[in-house]
Nanobody, 123 residues
Framework: QVQLVESGGGLVQAGGSLRLSCTTS????????MGWFRQAPGKEREFVAAFSRSGSSTLYGDSVKGRFTISRDNAKNTVFLQMNSLKPEDTAVYYC????????????????WGQGTQVTVSS
């Protein structure tokens, strides 16, 4: 079992940056592939980025490639999502998720979820 808590969301102007954090408790972070997803009102949950269990592989959604970076600090049991060049269409609730197996983009394949943190990008 693992618990996930996101933080770092807020309101930012277009072109700005935010860094989200996801702190895990329970089993060590190295036991899971970790992912970030987002969901805007009226839309399906969208894959943003993910880290493999070993940390050696990453995946990014097409809409965030080149602007967002996922990283992790295993000593602090924390995963980060650095978001640069933010756009109004990035506005959503951002969720951290953990998966027992390897990298995946489908939210249905993740076993544990945080409560989400709101990111709002104004134009």
């Amino acid at each position: 079992q693992v618990q996930l808590v996101e933080s770092g969301g807020g309101l930012v102007q277009a072109g700005g940056s935010l860094r989200l954090s996801c702190t895990t408790s329970g089993r060590t972070q190295g036991s899971y592939a970790m992912g970030w997803f987002r969901q805007a009102p009226g839309k399906e949950r969208e894959f943003v980025a993910a880290f493999s269990r070993s940390g050696s592989s990453t995946l990014y959604g097409d809409s965030v490639k080149g602007r967002f970076t996922i990283s992790r600090d295993n000593a602090k049991n924390t995963v980060f999502l650095q978001m640069n060049s933010l756009k109004p269409e990035d506005t959503a609730v951002y969720y951290c998720a953990a998966r027992i197996s390897g990298l995946a983009q489908s939210p249905t394949l993740y076993n544990y979820w945080g409560q989400g943190t709101q990111v709002t990008v104004s134009s």
